[in-house]
């Protein structure tokens, strides 16, 4: 057996053991119970014990694969390091980093190791010595581990074996363990996003950056530098966010909610299964193709219109960038607002159409506003999806942070400056990438309230309804 497997190949080992290891339980408890008299006999269905033997063979040896891969790198790092000559180890950090960094494009191969310091050479040859020992006792570690706890496991089958209790316990764990990681990943993102947007407010202050009217990143590298004013207003770049994001509503609110409202109430069961899988197709298009068919045939034909009647219009508008970002979020708007209406209680219906009302009087006046709270969470999410798009703005809209909400203009948004401030070889102590992390958390921030507010209404629904 290879001792010196990579991490895929070491995880489809330890899904092949567990595979095999639910497999002997499972003939294992068939075993105990002949001895017993019958499977009857058991206190749980045979797929527990074989699920209880694939579990303990599978978690312990994934908790130590994690673990391991987690502090893997750092500890390989400070060994090399350690090992080096005293003259760079006594290197500042930032260019001790950089001697780290080509070591190991050294051992990647992404640099040749002609002409390179031979020290560096041998702390390469240092790291894949210590990088393939560290990868071959991982691989006997954790296949010992499993097949240990496999048979361990095995040796405690019996008829009384609480198996169903154990699993469904570990699965309860295993459920909590996921949730906690979710949780903290959520933390650690918005603390990282945090930390830097407070450097960057100690450089340049919260009442400019909320209330400037002018958005130029650009800092001056020498005092006598021009074009580079370093201006970091981020009204237009909000101001561009909210005008592209109303004019998707225009077009996906409406559109969505009478389409849900014919395929709830009007539209037979055959079409509906047809149009209603064709419709959420929307959703599943790469942004990226909706953006080439903003930029080469709704920006063109937008301009060409406006020409014909004597308007100034950018090759690259809101407008464009609007209307093909509305066609994209209209599944969100459809499909949510469609399952909320078809969940109002029919009996309002029956009760509607008893007094003499008609089918569209029934919809107008019982049906949508029964299905308020829920039509309007679905519109916030669908708000706070029109928010974060990128690549729609970048290829319609353009780049340019104009203060205007003439729709026929060029503008930006924020998720836009973001990508065009973190883009290239950048500077993490400069204003200018640093603005990049106070959008960001601006941009957290409105799309959380959204999500929030779409979450108490859906849950103000479910609620009257459930």
Partial sequence: ??????????????????????????????????????????????????????????????????????FESRIITDLVISSLPD???????????????????????????VDINPSMVAAAEHYKKLNSLSHASLTVIVIAIAIAAMLVIQRTINPKLRARNHVEQMIKYILIACSTIAIFTTIGIVLSVLYESIRFFRVIPLTDFLTGLEWSPQMAIRADQVGSS????????????????????????????????????????????????LLEILAGIPTVVYGFFAALTVAPMIRDTGAFFWLDVSSESALAAGLVMGIMIIPFVSSLSDDVINAVPQSLRDGAYALG??????IRQVVVPAALPGIVGSVLLAVSRAIGETMIVVMAAGMSANLTV?????????????????????????????????LGLMLFIVTLILNVIALVVVRKYREQYE
């Avoid at 494009?105 to 640099?111: A, D, E, H, T």
């Avoid at 203009?409 to 290239?424: D, F, P």
Wanted: charged content about 10%.
């Fill in 1 to 70: 057996m290879d001792t010196n497997m990579n991490p895929t190949m070491l995880l489809l080992t330890i899904l092949f053991l567990s595979v095999m290891g639910f497999i002997m339980g499972k003939r294992r408890s068939y075993a105990v119970a002949n001895d017993a008299g019958g499977v009857s006999e058991l206190h749980s269905r045979p797929t527990y014990y074989g699920s209880l033997t694939a579990l303990w063979c599978a978690i312990p040896a994934l908790i130590i694969f994690s673990f391991w891969l987690l």
């Fill in 87 to 113: 003259q760079l180890q006594n290197l500042p950090a930032d260019r001790l980093n950089l001697i780290v960094n080509d070591i190991k494009n050294i051992v990647n191969g992404n640099i040749s190791s």
């Fill in 230 to 277: 370093g201006s970091f207003g981020a009204v237009p770049v909000f101001m561009g966010t909210m005008l592209i994001s109303a004019i998707a509503m225009c077009v996906a609110v409406p559109i969505g909610l009478m389409s849900a409202i014919y395929l709830s109430e009007y539209a037979n069961r055959t079409f509906r299964s047809i149009a209603k899988p």
């Fill in 357 to 362: 009302a008609t089918k569209s009087e029934t």
């Fill in 406 to 438: 003439n729709p026929l203009k060029t503008v930006t948004t924020v998720t836009v400056q973001i990508v065009a401030l973190l883009v290239g070889d950048q500077e993490f102590d400069s204003p200018k990438t640093l603005a990049a992390f106070a």
